[in-house]
C-alpha cells in the first residue's frame, strides 16, 4: 500500500504543477499533515524579518493567515501557490533571491495539501530515534525546519543547512543543539516557528551521539 501511495503522489503532483487546470484527487492518498508537512516550511521560507512576519508585509505564520491565501481545492488558482511556484526569475517568486525556492518536494507537498482542501490537519508522531541515518531522518528536519532560513547566498547567522558538510559544521560549532533545545543563552531555532518536536530532537542527538556519519 506505502508503494501504492507514493506511485499516486507522483502523479498528482506531477499534474499539479505542469498543467493550467485544476486536478482530480484520488480518495487514495493520505491527507497532508499541515502541521508538521506545511507550516513549518512556510515559516522557515517565508516568516522572516521584512517579510511575512507581520511587518510591512502580510503575515504568513498561523493557519489562519496561510489559508486567506489559498483557494481550498485550487491549488492553480491560489495565491499561495502562485507565490511559491512562479518561474525562479520571476520578480513574483517567493522566497525572494537571494533566498533559495522551496524545492519541488515541497511544492508538490503544498500542492496536495491545497487540493485535498487546505484543512488544518495534524498528525500523530511515530518517532523512531533508535534507527537514526542523516539521509532518511537528519536531512528532511534540516529540509523542513531550517533550510528556509539556512541556505542561498546570504544564510542566516552565515551559516548553511543545506546538506551532510554544512549540517555536521553546524553541529560540530556546538550550538546547534542548544539552539533547538531553546536553551538559554542561545538563539532560538526555528527562530520564526515553533519548537522543533522532542522526538526530532531525540533524532538529531541520537545522530550525533552515533557519531555524525554519512549515511
Known sequence: M???NVILLLAVFGVVNSCYHEPELSSDIPLV?????VLPVIQSSCVMSGCHDGGEEFFLGNYDAIVSKVTAGKPMAS???KAI???????QIMPPKPNEPLSRKQL????LWILQGAQNTSCDEVCD???????ADVLPIMETYCKGCHSGSQPRGKFLLTDYP???AAVEGGRM?????????YLKMPENGDQLSACNIAILQKWINLGMFDN
Do not use: P, Y
Open 166 to 168: 554544512t549540517v555536521k
Open 177 to 185: 543543539m542548544g539552539a533547538v533545545r531553546w536553551q538559554n543563552g
Open 33 to 37: 499533515c499541515f502541521k508538521t508537512e
Open 85 to 91: 511556484a512562479a518561474d525562479h526569475n520571476s520578480l
Open 2 to 4: 506505502k508503494k501504492l
Open 129 to 135: 530515534s533508535v534507527n537514526v541515518t542523516f539521509t
Open 79 to 81: 495565491e499561495l501557490h
Open 108 to 111: 508538490d507537498k503544498i500542492s
